[in-house]
């Protein structure tokens, strides 16, 4: 009797994919073995080595060319999302292994959203004080809190995120300001937005939120000399890449007191490991990358990943091929 193929799936953190979609007919066509913990290294080469095909949920499992290499069975990998920052593609294309992605669903939504509550969580202290109201205590110096209305919101980066959360500024009174490496006037205005220079910006701002493109002009575009810049009552906001910021100086410069505050959700290392500074770093909100954990998201995912293996599985044409740009 012909052994089923191998298939296997990586980065299921929430253990959200059998919840958003059947896996019973993919579950005869195949063995199927699903990892909700991160694997790195001599563990994910040893959940992978036998594996047929390969599912990963975004870049949660890192695939160079030597992994690759050490993969004589792989026939078919895919990803969900549309990009994958930890994956050599070239690799597979060049054994002719197909690729396949996925839409992306409500992203840019989701993320927006979380932009917010990290600015919102940052500004009034919303971590503080649950704790504060948790342990029997009420108010503290930190009880007395800012008000955002009437102070500048400086956007980094105004395409379908950074416009979603300029809007959003707008509406609880903000003024917006805006800085990218291609800004121009005309773009800022037809978002209601002031085009500055990044200098002004920086100098400025009560709020300062990313949303760039980590591309060439822009890894590390926060460092030390940037941070220094910035008033020493801001908060500065990162959902985007974490390669915009060089960590080590803002965790220094947060330890100066300026900036005040930060909220981060994205991290070079990912997931953050247990002995990181970050973790306790004074002033520092950090969440697990959530900007595009939500439901309708993962519901999305998990019927594409369904759907794309069956279809490989089928010998039919794979619905999202992933061409790389």
Known sequence: MTPLPN???????E???????????????????????????????????DADAIAVVR??????EALIARL????????????????DSSALISRKIPIACTPSGPSKESTAELTWALILGASKRVVEQNKLAATGGWRDELSVLPLLAGERLGVMGLGSIGSRVARVGAAFGM?????SPRMTPERAAAENAKSVSLEELLKTSKVITMHLVAGPGTKGLISKNELALMRPDSILINTSRA????????????LEG????????????????????????????????????AEPIFESFSNQITETLSAWLGNNPVPHPFTPK
Request: no cysteine; proline share 8%.
């Open 7 to 13: 298939i296997v799936i990586l980065g299921d953190y």
């Open 15 to 49: 253990r959200a994919l059998k919840r958003f979609s059947t896996w019973d007919q993919l579950e005869r066509q195949a063995d199927i073995t699903i990892y909700h913990e991160p694997l790195q290294g001599e563990a994910l080469y040893e959940a992978v080595k």
């Open 59 to 64: 870049d949660r499992a890192p695939f160079n």
């Open 72 to 87: 004589p069975k792989l026939k078919f990998f895919m990803f969900t999302g549309e990009r994958n920052g930890t994956l």
């Open 175 to 179: 003024e917006v300001v805006t800085w």
């Open 243 to 254: 390669a915009l910021i060089h960590m080590p100086d803002l965790q220094e410069a947060l």
């Open 258 to 293: 300026r900036p005040r505050q930060a909220a981060i959700d994205v991290f070079d290392v990912e997931p953050l490991p247990l002995d990181s500074a970050l973790r306790n770093t004074p002033n520092l909100l950090v969440t697990p990358h959530l900007g595009f954990v």
